[in-house]
């Protein structure tokens, strides 16, 4: 049974960092896609960053919205997946979900990822 859990959220200042850790049991970080997604209060749950199933490096794609300032990587390693989050911003404040798909295939809409975590709070003050 595949399980993902993530870590590392909390409270930053404005302009600060965060790196999120994912943490996948049941399977390779590398044997799928992996993906963040993340819920601001009374917002839908949006996509911010995936990456394909690869062992070696793999394709990336960010949110627009995202992009430039958060990285996406794995540590096949530790069979986790990292969201290196930098210049964050009040509007960044969400939980932040980690998603894995059965597909090697980079994806952006929440029902193509077949697992998902129980998610972490990121909140950033102004």
């Known amino acids: 049974q595949v399980q993902v859990v993530e870590s590392g959220g909390g409270l930053v200042q404005a302009g600060g960092s965060l790196r999120l850790s994912c943490a996948v049991s049941?399977?390779?970080?590398?044997?799928?896609?992996m993906g963040w997604f993340r819920q601001a209060p009374g917002k839908e749950r949006e996509f911010v960053a995936a990456?394909?199933?690869?062992?070696?490096?793999?394709?990336?794609y960010y949110a627009d919205s995202v992009k430039g300032r958060f990285t996406i990587s794995r540590d096949n390693a530790k069979n986790t997946v990292n969201l290196q989050m930098n210049s964050l911003a009040p509007d960044d404040t969400a939980i932040y979900y980690c998603?894995?798909?059965?597909?090697?295939?980079?994806?952006?809409?929440?029902?193509?990822?077949?697992?998902w975590g129980q998610g972490t709070q990121v909140t950033v003050s102004s």
């Open positions: 049941g399977r390779t970080v590398s044997g799928g896609a």
């Open positions: 998603a894995a798909r059965n597909s090697r295939s980079i994806a952006t809409r929440q029902d193509e990822y077949d697992y």
């Open positions: 990456i394909s199933g690869s062992w070696i490096g793999g394709n990336t």
